[in-house]
């Protein structure tokens, strides 16, 4: 722990850690029983939609996102995804709004790809699969950001203690959000805690300037190694 914390700016790093995935994690902490109770979708929707489709696609994202990463560098990786991040939260702002059926539906067929499995033919309103597929591509490119970014700060004598420590960080959002989520829901309604969300992925962004002289310095970093 020594080790991280004599590093330049480790303090810094560490609060982004904290900030970068708050806004996605607060959107998807109540995402199942916003889309069964507030908007009343049907069981076998959402867990179409929302756990076999969405998560097919946030891989697809983090791979697409790790890809991406080699052309951008880690600091335009770390801006354009937090930016898709926070607008994909205004997808179930525009739903709990009135957009629900804006794109019709259709009839996803029973299909079994080994890798993806609908045991029925599922109706699906159109809005909620454009909403859920934004959210879960760009959550996926985020995350391939947000994981880079932590083992770029890992030196390689300490990579498994210090990794370890900060993915544990990074857990603060996702553990902190749970409780105050359903009250701050039940407080403003469905469409205030969607633009609360898209606003906690703000400081995040905002850090990013100030940020962009040493992230580009460890992306410049032979691997296991980071800048004093």
Not at 35 to 41: A, E, F, I, V
Not at 100 to 122: M, Q, R, S
Request: glycine share 14%; hydrophobic share 55%.
């Amino acid at each position: 722990m020594h080790s991280y914390f004599s590093q330049r700016g480790a303090v810094a790093f560490l609060a982004f850690i904290v900030l970068y995935k708050l806004g996605d994690a607060f959107a998807g902490s109540l995402m199942t029983p916003f889309l069964l109770s507030g908007l009343h979708y049907t069981a076998a929707e959402v867990g179409v939609v929302n756990k076999v489709i969405g998560l097919w696609l946030t891989i697809a994202g983090a791979l697409a996102g790790g890809a991406l990463m080699f052309g951008l560098g880690m600091w335009r990786a770390l801006l354009l995804f937090g930016v898709l991040q926070a607008v994909s939260n205004l997808g179930f702002w525009w739903l709990a709004a009135g957009g629900k059926g804006a794109f019709g539906g259709l009839l996803l067929p029973a299909l079994d790809w080994g890798f993806v499995e609908i045991t029925a033919p599922t109706p699906v309103d159109g809005a909620l699969l454009a909403a859920v597929a934004f959210e879960n591509l760009s959550g996926g490119m985020g995350t391939a950001a947000h994981v880079a970014f932590q083992m770029s700060l890992c030196q390689q004598r300490f990579s498994a203690t210090q990794y370890a420590l900060l993915s544990a960080f990074g857990a603060v959002g996702r553990v902190w959000v749970g409780p105050m989520a359903g009250v701050m829901a039940e407080s403003i309604g469905w469409p205030g805690f969607f633009l609360l969300s898209t606003g906690l992925a703000m400081p995040a962004l905002l850090m990013l300037p100030w940020l962009r002289r040493a992230i580009e310095a460890l992306d410049a970093s032979p691997p296991g190694t980071v800048p004093d």
